[in-house]
């Protein structure tokens, strides 16, 4: 997974050799067995998000409906800033 997304995908985006390291690195971060492990949660600004310990699959659709339409940028490891730039780039293209 770490091989698709950092390298096919980014691939021919990322030239630098230092930026893709970082990139490898953060998705190493991310994509690990680790995560999917039921006891870890992320609380974050509110509900907690979390790898749902559900096998079947209406129940997996309900928690995945249950979960805010708005994701904060915390979710994503960005600074909560980052929904400032966001809606300013979103007004841009709106009013251009």
């Given amino acids: 997974l770490c091989y698709t997304c950092g390298e096919c995908n980014y691939g021919g985006k990322v030239t630098d050799a230092q930026d893709r390291r970082l990139l490898m690195n953060l998705l190493d971060h991310f994509y ?3 995560l999917l492990r039921s006891d870890v949660e992320y609380e ?14 209406q129940d997996f659709v309900a ?7 708005n994701t904060p940028p915390e979710v994503f490891g ?4 980052a929904n400032i730039t966001k809606n300013i780039q979103e007004s841009n293209l709106l009013m251009n």
């Fill in 32 to 34: 690990n067995p680790s």
């Fill in 78 to 81: 960005l600074h909560e800033n």
């Fill in 44 to 57: 974050i600004a509110g509900p907690v998000y979390k790898v749902p310990d559900i096998r079947d699959h």
């Fill in 63 to 69: 928690f995945v409906k249950n979960l805010p339409s």
